[in-house]
C-alpha cells in the first residue's frame, strides 16, 4: 500500500471510513462483520481508520475503538467533534455545536469511547456558523497543547475558513466530499490545501456507491438510509445520473480495472496532497477498493473521467437545502 502524508501522520494513501459500521446506509452489518472488514484492511496495509462523535451517535468509535485497540500503535486514528448526537425528551438528535466547551466535552468523550489517550488527527466536522472559527479552532488548539489529540482538521469548509483556521493554528487535513460526481474542493480548497501544506482527505469517492455501478435501483433503499434525503439519489434524478455508467465502465475496461477503482484512482491522481477514504461494509468490496492504490491512471483515461462526470454532466445537488446550509464548502 502506498503512503501519503497528513501534517506529522504517514497513513495509506487509501483509508477505511468507518461511517457505514454503523449509520447512513441501509441496515448497518453486524459487529462481527464490521470487525472483519476492519481487520482484513489492516492486514492489507491500511493504515488511516476514520470514525466521529456522530457515526451512530457515539457506537462507532466504541466499535473502531475495541476491534482497533491491540493495533492502536500501527494505526493513525481519526476523529471528529462539533457535531453529535444530543439527547433531548423525545430522543437523541444531531447537532452542531462548535463552542469551546462542546468541543472539549465531544473530545473528551471520544477519548473515553475509543479507549485511547490521544487521537491522532481530529477534526471539526461541521463549522459550526453561529461560532467564529477562530474560536472553535481556539479549542481545537487547546486540546492539541492538552496531549488529548496530535493534529487538527476541519471538515466541509471553504478556502477563506481554512486560511482564517490555519492563521490560528496549523490544519493538516480538510476532509470534504470529492470524487468525479462532486467537485466542490476544486473551486478553492484543494488549492488551497496544496498551498498550506494540508492534506484533502476525500469522503465518498465512490460517491456513496454510485459510481460502482452497483447501485441501480434507489426506490429500493431502506428507508432510513441517508440517500434518500440527497437530490442526486431522488429516483427521477438518480436515472438520469445512471445515464453516466455506460460511458464509465466502457473507460474501466478499457484502463483494465472496475469502475470502483477508476473512481479511486481518479481522486488519487489529483496531487500528492489527496488521500482516498471509501468505505465499505464488504469484504470482496474492501479488496476491489484497495487494489486501486496501485493503479496508475493514464492522463488520457483521467481526462476523459473527467469530461465524462463532473459538475456540468451530473444532475442533481449534493445535498437537500436543509443540509447545504450546514456546510460551508464553495458551491456551484
Ligand atoms: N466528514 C464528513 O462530513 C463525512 C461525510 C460522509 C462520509 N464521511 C467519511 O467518509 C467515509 C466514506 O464515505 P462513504 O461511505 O460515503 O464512501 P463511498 O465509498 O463513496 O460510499 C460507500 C457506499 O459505496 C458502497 N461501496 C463501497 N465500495 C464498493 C464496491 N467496491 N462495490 C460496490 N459498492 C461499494 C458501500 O456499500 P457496501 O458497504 O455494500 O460496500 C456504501 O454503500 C465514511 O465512512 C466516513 O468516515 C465523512
Known sequence: MKSRRIGPLEVSCIGLGCMGFSHAYGTPPSPEQAERVMLEALERGVTLFDTAALYGFGTNETLVGRVLKAHRSRIVLASKGGMAGVAFADGVKRVIDGRPEAIRRNCDDSLRRLGTDVIDLYYLHRWDKAVPIEDSVGALADLVRAGKVRALGLSEVSAATLRRAHAVHPIVAVQSEYSLWSRNVEIGVLGACRELGATLVAFSPLARGFLTGQLRDVAALP?????????????????????????????????????????????????????ALPGTTQLAHLQENLGAAALELAAVHRARADALINQCTVAGARYSAGNAVEVDTEPY
Do not use: S
Not at 473507460?251 to 488521500?275: I, S
Open 223 to 275: 428507508p432510513k438510509d441517508i440517500r434518500r434525503a440527497m437530490p442526486r439519489f431522488e429516483p427521477a434524478t438518480y436515472a438520469r445520473n445512471l445515464e453516466l455508467l455506460p460511458g464509465f465502465a466502457a473507460l474501466a475496461r478499457e484502463a483494465g480495472c472496475t469502475m470502483a477503482q477508476l473512481a479511486l484512482a481518479w481522486v488519487l491522481a489529483q496531487g500528492e496532497h489527496v488521500v
